[in-house]
Protein backbone atom coordinates (compact mmCIF):
# COMPACT_ATOMS: atom_id res chain seq x y z
CA UNK A 1 0.00 0.00 0.00
CA UNK A 2 3.17 2.22 0.17
CA UNK A 3 3.02 2.22 -3.69
CA UNK A 4 1.06 5.20 -5.06
CA UNK A 5 -1.83 3.95 -7.86
CA UNK A 6 -1.94 5.14 -11.51
CA UNK A 7 -4.51 8.16 -11.30
CA UNK A 8 -7.48 8.07 -11.00
CA UNK A 9 -7.97 4.54 -10.38
CA UNK A 10 -11.72 3.03 -10.32
CA UNK A 11 -13.42 1.81 -7.15
CA UNK A 12 -13.69 -2.13 -8.88
CA UNK A 13 -9.51 -1.38 -9.21
CA UNK A 14 -9.17 -0.62 -5.57
CA UNK A 15 -11.27 -2.67 -4.25
CA UNK A 16 -9.13 -5.59 -6.66
CA UNK A 17 -6.22 -4.45 -4.93
CA UNK A 18 -7.65 -4.81 -1.38
CA UNK A 19 -8.82 -7.40 -1.64
CA UNK A 20 -5.56 -9.13 -3.06
CA UNK A 21 -3.57 -7.71 0.00
CA UNK A 22 -6.14 -8.85 2.45
CA UNK A 23 -5.89 -12.41 1.25
CA UNK A 24 -2.11 -12.08 1.96
CA UNK A 25 -2.70 -10.60 4.65
CA UNK A 26 -4.52 -13.63 5.92
CA UNK A 27 -2.15 -16.16 4.60
CA UNK A 28 0.12 -14.25 6.97
CA UNK A 29 -1.69 -14.78 9.66
CA UNK A 30 -3.09 -18.48 9.16
CA UNK A 31 0.09 -19.77 8.89
CA UNK A 32 2.03 -17.57 11.69
CA UNK A 33 0.53 -19.98 14.68
CA UNK A 34 2.32 -23.07 13.25
CA UNK A 35 4.90 -21.57 12.52
CA UNK A 36 5.76 -19.81 15.97
CA UNK A 37 4.71 -23.19 17.00
CA UNK A 38 7.45 -24.97 15.65
CA UNK A 39 9.63 -21.88 16.39
CA UNK A 40 8.77 -22.40 20.09
CA UNK A 41 9.61 -26.10 20.01
CA UNK A 42 12.79 -26.03 17.82
CA UNK A 43 14.77 -22.74 18.96
CA UNK A 44 14.25 -21.06 15.59
CA UNK A 45 13.77 -17.61 15.81
CA UNK A 46 14.32 -16.20 12.23
CA UNK A 47 10.65 -15.08 11.50
CA UNK A 48 9.67 -13.91 15.15
CA UNK A 49 11.65 -11.67 17.30
CA UNK A 50 13.36 -13.18 20.14
CA UNK A 51 10.97 -11.29 22.70
CA UNK A 52 7.73 -12.76 20.96
CA UNK A 53 9.02 -16.05 21.17
CA UNK A 54 10.60 -15.18 24.78
CA UNK A 55 6.98 -14.29 26.03
CA UNK A 56 4.56 -16.21 24.68
CA UNK A 57 6.52 -18.95 25.91
CA UNK A 58 6.76 -16.93 29.52
CA UNK A 59 2.77 -16.79 29.11
CA UNK A 60 2.13 -20.51 28.84
CA UNK A 61 4.53 -21.38 31.53
CA UNK A 62 2.85 -19.22 33.72
CA UNK A 63 -0.50 -20.39 33.34
CA UNK A 64 0.53 -24.09 33.73
CA UNK A 65 2.18 -23.35 37.17
CA UNK A 66 -1.05 -21.63 38.25
CA UNK A 67 -3.25 -24.48 37.27
CA UNK A 68 -0.26 -26.74 39.41
CA UNK A 69 -0.36 -24.76 41.82
CA UNK A 70 -4.60 -24.49 42.69
CA UNK A 71 -3.87 -28.37 42.63
CA UNK A 72 -1.47 -28.63 44.98
CA UNK A 73 -3.47 -26.39 47.20
CA UNK A 74 -6.49 -28.99 46.86
CA UNK A 75 -3.94 -31.75 47.60
CA UNK A 76 -2.82 -30.27 50.96
CA UNK A 77 1.11 -30.36 49.44
CA UNK A 78 3.66 -28.67 51.68
CA UNK A 79 5.47 -27.33 48.59
CA UNK A 80 3.53 -26.26 45.56
CA UNK A 81 6.74 -25.08 43.83
CA UNK A 82 8.57 -27.99 43.83
CA UNK A 83 5.18 -29.89 42.64
CA UNK A 84 4.96 -27.28 39.72
CA UNK A 85 8.45 -27.42 38.48
CA UNK A 86 8.39 -30.65 38.15
CA UNK A 87 5.19 -31.12 36.13
CA UNK A 88 5.15 -27.52 34.37
CA UNK A 89 6.71 -28.41 31.10
CA UNK A 90 4.53 -31.46 30.00
CA UNK A 91 1.19 -29.03 30.84
CA UNK A 92 3.12 -25.93 29.05
CA UNK A 93 3.78 -28.21 25.99
CA UNK A 94 0.34 -28.89 25.62
CA UNK A 95 -0.62 -25.61 25.76
CA UNK A 96 1.96 -24.52 23.21
CA UNK A 97 0.61 -27.06 20.51
CA UNK A 98 -3.40 -25.41 21.04
CA UNK A 99 -3.43 -22.96 17.98
CA UNK A 100 -5.69 -21.13 19.73
CA UNK A 101 -3.69 -20.40 23.00
CA UNK A 102 -0.95 -19.69 21.03
CA UNK A 103 -2.46 -17.24 18.60
CA UNK A 104 -4.44 -15.58 21.96
CA UNK A 105 -0.57 -15.03 23.66
CA UNK A 106 0.77 -13.90 20.58
CA UNK A 107 -2.12 -11.51 20.23
CA UNK A 108 -1.60 -9.89 23.72
CA UNK A 109 2.16 -9.72 23.37
CA UNK A 110 1.42 -7.40 19.90
CA UNK A 111 -1.17 -5.52 21.62
CA UNK A 112 1.24 -4.55 24.72
CA UNK A 113 4.34 -4.25 22.42
CA UNK A 114 2.57 -1.14 19.54
CA UNK A 115 0.90 0.15 23.34
CA UNK A 116 4.46 0.35 24.39
CA UNK A 117 5.78 1.84 21.02
CA UNK A 118 2.97 4.53 20.66
CA UNK A 119 3.88 5.51 24.24
CA UNK A 120 7.61 5.80 23.28
CA UNK A 121 6.97 7.39 19.40
CA UNK A 122 3.72 9.55 19.96
CA UNK A 123 3.49 9.89 23.89
CA UNK A 124 0.07 7.95 24.34
CA UNK A 125 0.47 6.10 27.43
CA UNK A 126 0.05 2.75 27.33
CA UNK A 127 -2.50 2.73 30.71
CA UNK A 128 -4.00 6.18 31.09
CA UNK A 129 -5.03 7.38 27.39
CA UNK A 130 -6.85 10.88 27.29
CA UNK A 131 -10.56 9.06 26.62
CA UNK A 132 -10.03 7.08 29.63
CA UNK A 133 -9.01 9.77 31.70
CA UNK A 134 -12.30 11.98 30.10
CA UNK A 135 -14.78 8.70 31.32
CA UNK A 136 -13.06 8.55 34.67
CA UNK A 137 -13.66 12.09 35.41
CA UNK A 138 -16.75 11.52 33.97
CA UNK A 139 -20.29 13.12 36.23
CA UNK A 140 -21.80 10.10 35.70
CA UNK A 141 -21.27 7.45 38.58
CA UNK A 142 -21.56 3.88 36.84
CA UNK A 143 -19.30 5.48 33.49
CA UNK A 144 -15.97 7.10 35.76
CA UNK A 145 -16.43 3.52 38.03
CA UNK A 146 -16.21 1.45 34.83
CA UNK A 147 -13.34 3.35 33.16
CA UNK A 148 -11.34 3.51 36.62
CA UNK A 149 -12.20 -0.76 36.17
CA UNK A 150 -10.82 -0.53 32.57
CA UNK A 151 -7.47 1.73 34.24
CA UNK A 152 -6.98 -0.36 37.03
CA UNK A 153 -6.87 -3.76 34.67
CA UNK A 154 -5.11 -1.70 31.97
CA UNK A 155 -2.42 -1.38 34.84
CA UNK A 156 -2.45 -5.18 35.44
CA UNK A 157 -2.64 -5.95 32.24
CA UNK A 158 0.70 -4.15 31.08
CA UNK A 159 2.48 -5.17 34.57
CA UNK A 160 1.53 -9.01 33.42
CA UNK A 161 2.95 -8.98 29.93
CA UNK A 162 6.39 -7.29 31.71
CA UNK A 163 6.17 -10.37 33.62
CA UNK A 164 5.17 -12.67 31.17
CA UNK A 165 2.56 -13.55 32.75
CA UNK A 166 -1.29 -14.93 32.08
CA UNK A 167 -3.83 -14.47 34.62
CA UNK A 168 -6.59 -17.61 34.44
CA UNK A 169 -9.02 -14.57 34.94
CA UNK A 170 -7.84 -13.33 31.84
CA UNK A 171 -8.32 -16.05 29.71
CA UNK A 172 -11.84 -16.14 27.39
CA UNK A 173 -13.76 -19.04 28.55
CA UNK A 174 -13.19 -21.39 25.92
CA UNK A 175 -9.48 -21.30 26.83
CA UNK A 176 -9.98 -21.56 30.22
CA UNK A 177 -12.03 -24.60 29.82
CA UNK A 178 -9.28 -26.24 27.50
CA UNK A 179 -6.74 -25.48 30.52
CA UNK A 180 -8.40 -27.14 33.02
CA UNK A 181 -9.04 -30.06 31.05
CA UNK A 182 -5.18 -30.35 30.49
CA UNK A 183 -5.00 -30.00 34.06
CA UNK A 184 -7.00 -32.89 34.66
CA UNK A 185 -5.72 -35.20 31.89
CA UNK A 186 -2.12 -34.48 32.84
CA UNK A 187 -2.93 -35.57 36.49
CA UNK A 188 -4.22 -38.47 36.61
CA UNK A 189 -2.51 -39.41 39.57
CA UNK A 190 -4.18 -36.54 41.66
CA UNK A 191 -8.13 -37.12 40.28
CA UNK A 192 -9.80 -36.18 43.33
CA UNK A 193 -7.71 -33.29 44.21
CA UNK A 194 -7.77 -32.12 40.34
CA UNK A 195 -11.56 -32.46 40.39
CA UNK A 196 -11.84 -30.31 43.17
CA UNK A 197 -9.30 -27.91 41.83
CA UNK A 198 -11.24 -27.51 38.81
CA UNK A 199 -14.17 -26.92 39.99
CA UNK A 200 -13.11 -23.80 42.37
CA UNK A 201 -11.02 -22.58 39.38
CA UNK A 202 -14.39 -22.65 37.48
CA UNK A 203 -16.49 -21.08 40.53
CA UNK A 204 -13.73 -18.02 40.58
CA UNK A 205 -14.14 -17.56 37.37
CA UNK A 206 -15.89 -14.37 36.08
CA UNK A 207 -16.24 -13.37 31.77
CA UNK A 208 -17.18 -10.32 32.49
CA UNK A 209 -14.52 -9.01 34.89
CA UNK A 210 -11.98 -9.88 32.29
CA UNK A 211 -9.69 -6.33 31.42
CA UNK A 212 -11.76 -7.30 27.79
CA UNK A 213 -14.95 -7.49 28.71
CA UNK A 214 -14.49 -4.49 30.42
CA UNK A 215 -13.52 -2.73 27.17
CA UNK A 216 -15.88 -3.79 25.37
CA UNK A 217 -19.00 -2.86 28.36
CA UNK A 218 -16.91 0.70 28.31
CA UNK A 219 -17.26 1.62 24.57
CA UNK A 220 -20.41 0.11 24.34
CA UNK A 221 -21.67 2.34 27.60
CA UNK A 222 -20.39 5.01 25.31
CA UNK A 223 -23.12 4.96 23.05
CA UNK A 224 -23.29 7.86 20.29
CA UNK A 225 -19.74 9.23 21.44
CA UNK A 226 -17.71 6.02 21.54
CA UNK A 227 -16.45 6.33 17.40
CA UNK A 228 -14.05 8.69 19.41
CA UNK A 229 -12.74 5.55 20.63
CA UNK A 230 -11.67 5.07 17.26
CA UNK A 231 -8.89 7.48 17.43
CA UNK A 232 -5.90 5.55 18.79
CA UNK A 233 -4.25 8.34 19.76
CA UNK A 234 -7.26 9.13 21.87
CA UNK A 235 -8.46 5.75 23.33
CA UNK A 236 -5.39 4.10 23.00
CA UNK A 237 -4.53 1.12 21.91
CA UNK A 238 -7.02 -1.01 24.34
CA UNK A 239 -9.95 0.74 24.25
CA UNK A 240 -8.87 1.05 20.27
CA UNK A 241 -9.12 -2.36 19.12
CA UNK A 242 -12.12 -2.99 21.14
CA UNK A 243 -13.78 -0.40 19.52
CA UNK A 244 -12.57 -1.38 16.30
CA UNK A 245 -13.67 -4.88 16.63
CA UNK A 246 -16.95 -4.01 17.47
CA UNK A 247 -17.38 -1.51 14.71
CA UNK A 248 -16.46 -4.08 12.05
CA UNK A 249 -17.32 -7.37 13.38
CA UNK A 250 -14.25 -8.44 13.65
CA UNK A 251 -12.46 -10.71 16.45
CA UNK A 252 -10.46 -8.60 18.98
CA UNK A 253 -7.47 -10.80 18.49
CA UNK A 254 -7.72 -10.44 14.61
CA UNK A 255 -7.74 -6.70 15.08
CA UNK A 256 -4.83 -6.40 17.24
CA UNK A 257 -2.90 -8.45 14.55
CA UNK A 258 -4.03 -5.78 11.86
CA UNK A 259 -2.18 -3.69 13.28
CA UNK A 260 1.02 -5.45 12.14
CA UNK A 261 3.17 -4.87 9.54
CA UNK A 262 1.22 -6.45 6.26
CA UNK A 263 -1.85 -5.80 7.15
CA UNK A 264 -2.54 -2.53 6.39
CA UNK A 265 -5.33 -3.57 3.56
CA UNK A 266 -7.25 -5.31 7.07
CA UNK A 267 -6.11 -1.97 9.00
CA UNK A 268 -7.33 0.60 6.35
CA UNK A 269 -10.73 -1.86 5.58
CA UNK A 270 -11.70 -2.10 8.87
CA UNK A 271 -11.55 0.79 9.83
CA UNK A 272 -13.75 2.07 6.75
CA UNK A 273 -15.97 -0.74 7.25
CA UNK A 274 -16.48 0.96 10.91
CA UNK A 275 -17.36 4.22 9.00
CA UNK A 276 -14.74 6.07 8.99
CA UNK A 277 -13.76 8.69 5.95
CA UNK A 278 -10.03 8.89 4.32
CA UNK A 279 -9.48 11.48 6.37
CA UNK A 280 -9.90 9.68 9.71
CA UNK A 281 -8.25 6.55 8.28
CA UNK A 282 -5.42 8.29 7.03
CA UNK A 283 -5.13 10.25 10.59
CA UNK A 284 -4.95 6.64 12.13
CA UNK A 285 -2.46 5.54 9.63
CA UNK A 286 0.19 8.27 11.17
CA UNK A 287 0.16 6.85 14.33
CA UNK A 288 0.33 3.00 13.32
CA UNK A 289 2.07 2.78 9.80
CA UNK A 290 3.54 6.60 9.14
CA UNK A 291 5.56 5.27 6.42
CA UNK A 292 2.18 3.72 4.61
CA UNK A 293 -0.32 5.75 2.27
CA UNK A 294 -3.92 4.67 1.34
CA UNK A 295 -4.19 4.27 -2.35
CA UNK A 296 -5.54 6.59 -4.64
CA UNK A 297 -8.83 6.21 -5.11
CA UNK A 298 -9.81 4.49 -1.35
CA UNK A 299 -12.34 7.03 -0.58
CA UNK A 300 -14.48 6.06 -3.21
CA UNK A 301 -14.57 2.13 -1.40
CA UNK A 302 -18.08 2.49 0.48
CA UNK A 303 -18.38 1.48 4.43
CA UNK A 304 -20.96 -1.68 3.18
CA UNK A 305 -18.07 -2.74 0.37
CA UNK A 306 -15.40 -2.64 2.99
CA UNK A 307 -17.52 -4.51 5.29
CA UNK A 308 -18.36 -7.38 2.27
CA UNK A 309 -14.82 -7.95 1.60
CA UNK A 310 -14.16 -8.41 5.73
CA UNK A 311 -16.76 -10.59 5.64
CA UNK A 312 -15.50 -12.35 2.63
CA UNK A 313 -12.36 -12.97 3.85
CA UNK A 314 -14.12 -14.66 6.70
CA UNK A 315 -15.82 -16.85 5.01
CA UNK A 316 -12.86 -17.83 3.04
CA UNK A 317 -10.61 -18.29 6.89
CA UNK A 318 -13.78 -20.80 7.72
CA UNK A 319 -13.59 -22.78 5.01
Do not use: W
Amino acid sequence: MSDTAQAGPSVEAVEDMLRDELAHGDVMIATARPILRHLLANDDHALFSDEVIARVRGMMVNVARQLLFALAQHAELEDPARFADAREDAIALALLEDGDFLGHAHALTIEAQIAQRLQHRSGIDAVLSPLLQEQAASSDPAMAAAAMQVLSAQARFMQAQRRMELPLAELPADLLERALALLADHNEDMAVAAQSAVAALNAGYKAEDRRVARTLALVSAMQHRAKRALEVDHAGVALFVSALGMASNQDRDTVILSLGENQCARLALSLRAAGLGQKAVEDQFLYLHPDIELPDGFDRVRVDRAATMLAAARLHEDA
